[in-house]
Structure formats: structure tokens, C-alpha cells
């Protein structure tokens, strides 16, 4: 018989996640801030809080913004589960608040794996997120028939915590990447090349990258309808910040990029999606992609 599960935080991840949950035969009983979330979610069993959600569940997965919020529903949900319950925390949050949860859970006798995600909104919508997980061999095995349902790359990264680890990896990576798209365009635009044909020259070579296959058109038609928050992706950068100055690794441009995402937040774009980074380096150029420019010798 199927773990009951239940799901907290119905964002733009969280929700497509418990429906593809729904979809895969789960019971799941859902939470979340907003109860019009939960009634999008056909299917769900709505709960009032998250100890309510955890006495009705064997597995609750969070997915939520940040590290307070998951440390605020843990404290919640924690006297409503039960011995040998398991929590999986999917959200992106610090590596230092995952273990001080996990070790608070193990108290009450319940496992936990730290689970982040990569793969936006349409990897939550299709069931193709990758997912990193810490957290003990018996727990992940427990865990991986749920992920099954959510995800196509599904990897155990090592002990609690080191999912938080690689999913800041990967965070950088995204806005580096995101960055140098940006200037590739904007460079290539001001110049005179069609940014489309850019794109699609780029996607052929070694310069091919998953950011120009999921987030091209937001950069040629100027979409920036979250997608990923800027102000998350902030938040995530600062994580990985955080991370390296805890092992001694100097990462400058991760740095930088920072600085660019904290100056467009600045300016009220946080709820932008993160691809909107190109817009600060079109100011920087003075140039809008796609716009007429001549080339220059």
C-alpha cells in the first residue's frame, strides 16, 4: 500500500508536484498558507496546519522559501508525527539549519532527507526535476518511490545536508550561466546578429547549456513571468556564499552575480524571474536584444 503522504507549501513548485503525487495513486494531504492553493489541487486532502498533516501522513514533504519557514513548520509538524514517520524537505535552504532539523527530528524518532530540486516550473509541471538527496540509505530507499513520481534524475548525494551542498552548486552554475547568456546576447545583439540566431548557434556547440533550452524565449520575447524567482535565486546565491566562506572557497563570480541579483531586487524586480538578469546587462550596454544595431568594425 502507498504512503500517505503529506504536502506542505503550494507554490509554483510545490503545487504541480503534489498534483503529479495525485496522479500517481499517493493520498496526500496538503497545506498551505493560502487554502485557495489547496483547492487547486484536486484530489488533496485539506489540512488545517502542519501537525494536522503530519498526524494524517507517513511521509510530509515540505517545499517552501527559505530556511525560517521550514524551520517554523518542523517545530509545528514535529509533535504531530509519528515514530518511524519520515520528513522530506525539498525547499532550498541552508546545510547548517538541514542538519540542526534532522537532528531534531531523529529525537522524535522520525528519519529526514534533505531533497532540493532543479529543474524550475516546468520540471515540477512535467515530472522531470532533478533531485539531490542527503539523508541515510534506508531513508532515501523509503524515499525514492515518491521521488519516482516527481522527477527524472534522481541522485543520493550522501548524509543529511548534502543535497542543501549540491543544490547550491547547482545554483551557481544556473546564475553564471544565466549571466553569460545575458552578455553573449546583448553582445552579439548590439553588434548585429538576430539573438534568435545566436541561440540556436550556441545550442549546437559546446556553448549548449539547459538555461538556453528552458529559458531562450524568455530572453528573446522579454518573458519575465516567474519561472524562478530573482528574489529566490538571491536567497539561494547567498546560501552558496555562505557555504563557501564555512570551507574556505573563494567564488568570485558567484559573488558578483550575487551583486547583480541583489541591485535588480533594488530596483523592484525580485519577482521577476531570474532570466531577467539580461535586463541589467542591457542597461549596462544601453542596447535592448532584438532592437536594430549596427555592427561595428
Known amino acids: 500500500m502507498p504512503e500517505r503522504i503529506g504536502f506542505i507549501g503550494l507554490g509554483v513548485m510545490g503545487k504541480p508536484m503534489a498534483r503529479n503525487l ?83 527530528a531523529a529525537e522524535r ?77 546583448v553582445l552579439g545583439s548590439k553588434a548585429g546578429v538576430d539573438p534568435a540566431t545566436i541561440v540556436r548557434v550556441l545550442s549546437g556547440g559546446l556553448a549548449a547549456n539547459r538555461v538556453m533550452d528552458m529559458r531562450g524565449h524568455n530572453f528573446l520575447e522579454h518573458d519575465f513571468d516567474p519561472g524562478f524567482r530573482i528574489d529566490l535565486h538571491h536567497k539561494d546565491i547567498n546560501i552558496a556564499l555562505a557555504t563557501a566562506r564555512e570551507y574556505g572557497v573563494a567564488v568570485p563570480a558567484t559573488a558578483a552575480v550575487g551583486e547583480m541579483l541583489q541591485a535588480l531586487r533594488t530596483r523592484g524586480q525580485g519577482d521577476r524571474d531570474h532570466s531577467a538578469i539580461l535586463t541589467l546587462i542591457e542597461d549596462l550596454a544601453q542596447h535592448t536584444i532584438g532592437t536594430r544595431a549596427a555592427a561595428t568594425a
Open 109 to 185: 524518532g522520525v528519519g529526514y532527507v534533505d531533497a532540493p530540486v532543479s529543474g524550475g516550473d516546468v520540471g515540477a509541471r512535467e515530472a522531470t526535476l532533478s533531485i539531490m538527496a542527503g539523508g541515510s540509505e534506508e531513508d532515501f530507499a523509503r524515499a525514492k518511490p515518491i521521488f519516482d513520481a516527481l522527477g527524472k534524475t534522481i541522485t543520493h548525494v550522501g548524509p543529511v545536508g548534502a543535497g542543501q551542498v549540491v543544490k547550491a552548486c547547482n545554483q551557481v552554475v544556473v546564475a553564471l550561466t544565466i549571466e553569460a547568456v545575458s552578455e553573449a546576447l
Open 22 to 104: 495525485i496522479a500517481a495513486g499517493y493520498d496526500v494531504t496538503a497545506y498551505s498558507r493560502t487554502r485557495a492553493s489547496i483547492d487547486e489541487v484536486d484530489g488533496a486532502t485539506p489540512a488545517d496546519g502542519p501537525r494536522e498533516v503530519a498526524a494524517a501522513s507517513d511521509v510530509v514533504i515540505t517545499m517552501l522559501p527559505d530556511s525560517p519557514q521550514v524551520g517554523e513548520v518542523v517545530t509545528e509538524l514535529l509533535p504531530g508525527a509519528a515514530e518511524g514517520s519520515l520528513l522530506v524537505d525539498m525547499s532550498t535552504i541552508s546545510p547548517v539549519v538541514t542538519r540542526e532539523l534532522a537532528a531534531r
